[in-house]
């Protein structure tokens, strides 16, 4: 039985030009499988995306092995230390981007905002003439965001494109785009920059990254993340809660998936009335056919899919 803090957690990605994508998600999965880790990688042909968990040796064998292929031997590695592996099986995806925006026509390795560390962004954060723009979904924002961030109404990052419309009055400002580990923004800035904002720059490493540099501060709330942790305290500065309970309205650090299947509705409720609406976001949902058992977390694995990709029957 593996110890208290074993495992860990890798989040990271990396543009670059893989020509055979679809052919190396077969083979990146059969090789996830053999090496026993768990999670979700998506693979495109401008990159590859992943979180994914296992043991320290698994994950030192994972990263050295990734590294040593020319084509990824940039890759950064966010790293956290957990005491169990957050997901329970491996999913390898070929995707036609890496997040879905229709942008595939920008490449960030020819343009992109400037990236900034964690001390440079609280050293411009609080300026007048600096915005924070969040780029993440809306269901992430009203669970954390900075302290006197913009943020956008989207439920996905293919609205953003349509958003920056509403940002005209922006153009002579500093803008300093956000997500959680940096990918959405490698795109976004570079959109941003094709639109005619000139002095634009993101967070290097996202607010992952932010929070190893600076300890989080101004984080308001918790960070959603993509895992069965489901959110993670970053903040151990000046931390607050920013998210409500759909229920009772108390404060809360806690996001859902509605239990009920068919609705799915991602919503923030408390522990107390988790248990009470059995992880379903209403009265209504307690009640549908397609109410699955609540598990504690609000937090639901998708379906088997190895079999399907092994066998390349898998979607693209």
């Known amino acids: 039985m593996e110890s208290k803090s074993t495992y860990q957690i890798l989040a990271y990605y990396f543009y670059t030009r ?8 077969q083979h990146h999965l059969k090789y996830c499988i053999e090496l026993g880790i768990v999670g979700r990688i998506y693979l495109a042909h401008e990159g590859i995306n992943g979180t994914i968990s296992g043991t320290k040796q698994q ?41 879905y925006s229709g942008l595939k026509y920008i490449d960030p390795n020819k343009r992109t905002g400037k990236h900034l560390r964690g001390d440079q962004v609280q050293e ?23 302290k006197n961030a913009l943020t956008l109404d989207i439920e996905n990052f293919r609205e953003f494109p349509e958003k920056v419309k509403e940002l005209e ?60 942790r489901v959110s993670v305290p970053i903040n151990t500065v000046n931390p607050v809660l920013i998210a409500k309970c759909k229920k009772c309205g108390d404060a809360t650090d806690r996001n859902l998936n509605c239990a009920n299947v068919d609705c799915n509705e991602q919503f923030n409720m408390c522990e107390k009335c988790s248990e009470v609406m059995e ?14 058992e609540y598990n504690g977390t609000g937090f639901y694995s998708k379906p088997p899919v190895a079999i399907a990709m092994l066998n390349g029957k898998l979607d693209s």
């Open 279 to 292: 992880g379903c976001c209403s009265e209504e949902c307690t009640h549908a056919p397609g109410k699955r």
């Open 124 to 146: 411009m954060m609080n300026m007048e003439d600096v915005i924070l723009l969040d780029v993440r979904s809306n269901y992430e924002t009203r669970l954390g965001r900075f």
């Open 169 to 228: 009055n922006l153009k002579d400002k500093k803008i300093i785009t956000y997500c959680t580990g940096g990918i959405k923004c490698e795109k976004a800035s570079a959109y941003l920059l094709e639109n005619g904002f000139n002095d634009v720059y993101q967070m290097h490493n996202g607010i992952i990254g932010y929070a190893q540099d600076t300890g989080g501060k101004d984080f308001e709330g918790v960070l959603y993340v993509f895992d069965g």
């Open 59 to 99: 994950c030192a064998v994972y990263m050295d092995d990734l590294k040593s292929d020319p084509r990824f031997e940039g890759v950064n590695f966010k790293i956290d230390e957990v005491e169990n592996p957050a997901f329970n099986r491996i999913h390898v995806r070929y995707k036609k981007e890496l997040v």
């Open 18 to 25: 893989i020509p055979d994508a679809e052919e190396f998600t």
